[in-house]
């Protein structure tokens, strides 16, 4: 059971907007801490694709974005394309482990 | 350019000890400012941070790992390293190293290996 919590599956049509959700807790994403983002292609290691809750890094598409409401953290794929069909993580700091934890990861269906 | 390489022991006995080496390239693991971390992935599941050690050396580990883990680093070989003993089938995953930004409560994993895949069967 992963300490963030993420929606298993989202999916979309070509072109379509998608956005996945991170919630917390008070000693994470509760207390303030920022939230990463990860992309991982089946049978790839992960990649950053979001850090410190809305920036990419270098050669990151613009149509990838990261929005912070409060306590809630979302992540936004906009005009959706099939090499974007992957796995998503989302990653923050925990103040009761002193360190990073994760998301259960969202699987992205480009349909 | 940066570049993490893992190695080590694809099969581990339970009740052993798992070791694995994470080579670095294009950056030093005792010169900069960065941390390196050892993270791990069972099969169709999620991620999971195992610890890191500091560029001064300093460790931190996950508190359910914490008995069982020690990350080390060696300066002249520019590569840092994971044992985890004790383990158990639980322990099978894929084990990935990377390079972490940390800043104070700021801490991301901002470059990865490719991974390798820890088999702990008799």
């Known amino acids: 059971q992963s300490v963030l919590t993420q929606p298993p599956s989202v999916s979309g049509a070509p072109g379509q907007r998608v956005t996945i959700s991170c919630t917390g807790s008070?000693?994470?994403?509760?207390?303030?801490?920022?939230v990463h983002w990860y992309q991982q292609i089946p049978g790839k290691a992960p990649k950053l694709l979001i850090y410190?809750?809305?920036n990419r890094p270098s050669g990151v598409p613009g149509r990838f974005s990261g929005f912070r409401s409060g306590t809630s953290e979302s992540l936004t794929i906009t005009g959706l394309q099939a090499e974007d069909e992957a796995d998503y993580y989302c990653?923050?700091?925990?103040?009761?482990?002193?360190?990073?934890?994760f998301g259960g990861g969202t699987k992205l269906t480009v349909l | 350019q940066l570049h993490l390489q893992e190695s080590g022991s694809g099969l581990v006995k339970p009740s052993q000890t798992l070791s694995l080496t994470c080579a670095v390239s294009?950056?030093?693991?005792?010169?900069?400012?960065?941390?390196w971390t050892w993270i791990r992935q069972p099969s169709g599941r999620g991620l999971e941070w195992i610890g890191h050690?500091?560029?001064?050396?300093?460790?931190r580990y996950t508190p359910s790992l914490k008995s069982r883990v020690t990350i080390s680093a060696d300066r002249a070989k520019n590569q840092f390293s994971l044992n985890l003993t004790s383990v158990t089938a639980a322990d099978t995953a894929v084990y990935y190293c990377?390079?972490?930004?940390?800043?104070?409560?700021?801490?991301?994993?901002?470059?990865w290996g490719q991974g390798t895949l820890v088999t702990v069967s008799s």
């Open positions: 294009g950056d030093s693991v005792s010169g900069g400012s960065y941390s």
């Open positions: 410190a809750n809305s």
């Open positions: 990653q923050s700091y925990d103040s009761s482990l002193s360190g990073g934890v």
């Open positions: 008070s000693s994470n994403i509760g207390a303030g801490y920022d």
């Open positions: 990377a390079r972490v930004v940390v800043l104070g409560s700021l801490m991301y994993f901002d470059h």
């Open positions: 050690i500091s560029h001064s050396g300093t460790t």
